[in-house]
């Protein structure tokens, strides 16, 4: 059974810094290319940021020079870490992990709140 379980998300004040995190299991973590995605209240659900098996990173233009995405494959975790965090980056952030193998086969976690407020 697939489980993507995300953590750190919470309340913050704008100007400051969270870190994200997405454990893995039931998959072979080091093969899947790791993505946060993110959603606003209203909104469709948009890429934040992925990270390849062979640790390539792609950022969204908003929150590029922001946020950066890694991943401990000894951990089977991905991070996301948030930096000069703005009141627009309030969504439910969600970790996915992606493999193509003849077809595409995609898990998401549950998501955890980022609420940037002051």
């Known amino acids: 059974q697939v489980q993507l379980v995300e953590s750190g998300g919470g309340l913050v004040q704008p100007g400051g810094s969270l870190r994200l995190s997405c454990a893995g299991s039931?998959?072979?973590?080091?093969?899947?290319?790791m993505a946060w995605y993110r959603q606003a209240p209203g909104k469709q659900r948009e890429l934040v940021a992925t990270?390849?098996?062979?640790?390539?990173?792609n950022y969204a233009d908003s929150v590029q020079g922001r946020f950066t995405i890694s991943r401990d494959n000894a951990k089977n975790t991905v991070y996301l870490q948030m930096n000069s965090l703005k009141p627009e980056d309030t969504a439910v952030y969600y970790c996915?992990?992606?493999?193509?193998?003849?077809?595409?086969?995609?898990?998401w976690g549950q998501g955890t709140q980022v609420t940037v407020s002051s």
């Open positions: 996915n992990a992606a493999i193509t193998i003849f077809s595409t086969s995609t898990f």
């Open positions: 039931g998959i072979i973590f080091r093969l899947y290319t």
């Open positions: 990270v390849t098996k062979s640790n390539s990173t």
